[in-house]
């Protein structure tokens, strides 16, 4: 999971310097990620978390150029991609924490 986080801070000034050139714009949309990178490296919960937030303003991103831009659709559906591949092994793991609090819950009732 957090080589799918670098690899999407790595996509950033990949997608917006090099295949398409907005200038610094494209170090600038890495900031937000590399800021929680140090925590979700560690495999923090917290840091995890809040970086799952922030993935999901990618996932806007991504959204919005894959449905607006079609020159740019396959860089924002690789974009979605690494977003998918990083929050769906959270979600997973929030279900499993979940099921064994309710199974807890469950036990000590009897």
Known sequence: MRWVYLA??????VWHCYFVYRGLIGVLWMLPLAVLLPSVWKHRPAGRAVGGFVVLLYVIVGITE???????????????????????????????????????VKESEV
């Open 66 to 104: 894959l449905w607006a831009n079609p020159e740019e659709r396959w860089l924002a559906a690789t974009q979605l991609t690494l977003c998918v591949a990083y929050l769906f092994p959270l979600i997973r793991h929030g279900w499993e924490v979940r099921r064994r609090l309710k199974n807890r």
């Open 8 to 13: 999407l801070i790595f996509w950033q000034p």
